[in-house]
């Protein structure tokens, strides 16, 4: 007997093309799913709430069809209050943005049919999500939680370039803009403690709080991480001038990165980032740029349960 299924949409993921293949995207769930329910997103955080709504209606399969932070959205709709709303409800993904990162570390195909096929024959697999506290661009403290990557200094302000450029219906590829924000980023001084123990105080181009392997477009910022083993991979990369930075950036997609040394690896369970200045320092998770820092990270282990190959 097939689950309950809700199937939430994004239709300006992808640069809006999500919405103009939705015809073929329906075509090809039914073919997989005798039955299910879909509702299309109209604005931010719409999905949490559709999530969130469907689970405590009884559905049991919600299906995500967009990019990251559209999954991202419909995670936190799994919870209400720190809790899971329904601990046997299942998340599938349909990739279908601009980047889908964290579909990588899942081993889920883009390729639409191939991607269906996973999500009704696939066993469903536990995974840890990570928990962050920081302020909102007003100054509010907030909580949110992720599923791939959350992280500090020139990936908020890379990320926060590409919303700019999206907000003007222009496009700007993660590595461009990662060139761009560096001409004029100056690093950061953090202090950093891991697991209630005083880690670092120095200057950092950028940290990441890795749950999956992959971000930006293909990075392999943490490629160890793994998805259930209840430890977020920290990677924390020292400035750089503008030509040594040049000359190793190739490394961040073959995940060679880690012997460099000005990088920093380390697991730990909880993560606490303070600015050693008052300097505004941007932070983003899976793609969206949410705030800045101090925060609190933390991992929640074996928490959601989600169709995949681990």
Same mark, same amino acid.
């Given at each position: 007997?097939?689950?309950?299924?809700?199937?939430?949409?994004?239709?300006?993921?992808?640069?809006?093309?999500?919405?103009?293949?939705?015809?073929?995207?329906?075509?090809?769930?039914?073919?997989?799913?005798?039955?299910?329910?879909?509702?299309?997103?109209?604005?931010?955080?719409?999905?949490?709430?559709?999530?969130?709504?469907?689970?405590?209606?009884?559905?049991?399969?919600?299906?995500?069809?967009?990019?990251?932070?559209?999954?991202?959205?419909?995670?936190?709709?799994?919870?209400?209050?720190?809790?899971?709303?329904?601990?046997?409800?299942?998340?599938?993904?349909?990739?279908?943005?601009?980047?889908?990162?964290?579909?990588?570390?899942?081993?889920?195909?883009?390729?639409?049919?191939?991607?269906?096929?996973?999500?009704?024959?696939?066993?469903?697999?536990?995974?840890?999500?990570? $928990?962050?506290?920081?302020?909102?661009?007003?100054?509010?403290?907030?909580?949110?939680?992720?599923?791939?990557?959350?992280?500090?200094?020139?990936?908020?302000?890379?990320?926060?370039?590409?919303?700019?450029? $999206?907000?003007?219906?222009?496009?700007?590829?993660?590595?461009?803009?990662?060139?761009?924000?560096?001409?004029?980023?100056?690093?950061?001084?953090? $202090?950093?403690?891991?697991?209630?123990?005083?880690?670092?105080?120095?200057?950092?181009?950028?940290?990441?709080?890795?749950?999956?392997?992959?971000?930006?477009?293909?990075?392999?910022?943490?490629?160890?991480?793994?998805?259930?083993?209840? /430890?977020?991979?920290?990677?924390?990369?020292?400035?750089?001038?503008?030509?040594?930075?040049?000359?190793?950036?190739?490394?961040?997609?073959?995940?060679?990165?880690?012997?460099?040394?000005?990088?920093?690896?380390? $697991?730990?369970?909880?993560?606490?980032?303070?600015?050693?200045?008052?300097?505004?320092?941007?932070?983003?998770?899976?793609?969206?740029?949410?705030?800045?820092?101090?925060?609190?990270?933390?991992?929640?282990?074996?928490?959601? /349960?989600?169709?995949?190959?681990?």
């Amino acid at each position: 007997m097939s689950p309950k299924t809700q199937v939430i949409v994004n239709p300006e993921s992808d640069q809006g093309r999500t919405g103009k293949r939705w015809k073929q995207i329906k075509e090809a769930l039914k073919s997989f799913l005798k039955e299910f329910k879909y509702e299309f997103t109209e604005k931010p955080f719409q999905a949490v709430e559709i999530a969130r709504d469907s689970i405590k209606s009884g559905f049991e399969l919600i299906v995500g069809v967009g990019g990251d932070g559209t999954i991202n959205e419909i995670a936190n709709g799994f919870y209400e209050e720190k809790n899971l709303i329904n601990p046997h409800s299942c998340l599938g993904i349909i990739p279908s943005g601009t980047g889908c990162d964290f579909t990588k570390s899942l081993n889920i195909p883009y390729n639409l049919k191939n991607s269906l096929k996973l999500i009704t024959q696939a066993p469903s697999s536990l995974i840890d999500v990570g $928990r962050i506290h920081f302020q909102d661009p007003k100054g509010k403290k907030k909580e949110r939680l992720f599923l791939n990557i959350a992280d500090f200094g020139i990936g908020g302000e890379v990320v926060q370039k590409i919303n700019q450029k $999206r907000m003007k219906h222009k496009t700007s590829s993660y590595l461009k803009a990662l060139f761009s924000s560096y001409a004029s980023y100056k690093n950061k001084n953090i $202090r950093i403690s891991v697991d209630d123990k005083l880690i670092s105080s120095d200057e950092y181009m950028i940290g990441a709080f890795s749950n999956g392997r992959i971000f930006g477009k293909g990075m392999k910022i943490a490629p160890h991480a793994k998805l259930n083993d209840g /430890l977020l991979d920290i990677v924390l990369v020292k400035g750089m001038k503008f030509m040594e930075f040049l000359m190793n950036s190739w490394k961040i997609y073959t995940g060679s990165h880690l012997s460099h040394p000005k990088v920093n690896f380390i $697991r730990g369970k909880k993560i606490e980032v303070v600015p050693a200045k008052e300097d505004s320092v941007l932070m983003e998770m899976d793609g969206e740029q949410i705030g800045a820092l101090p925060a609190t990270i933390e991992i929640v282990p074996q928490s959601l /349960l989600v169709k995949g190959n681990i």
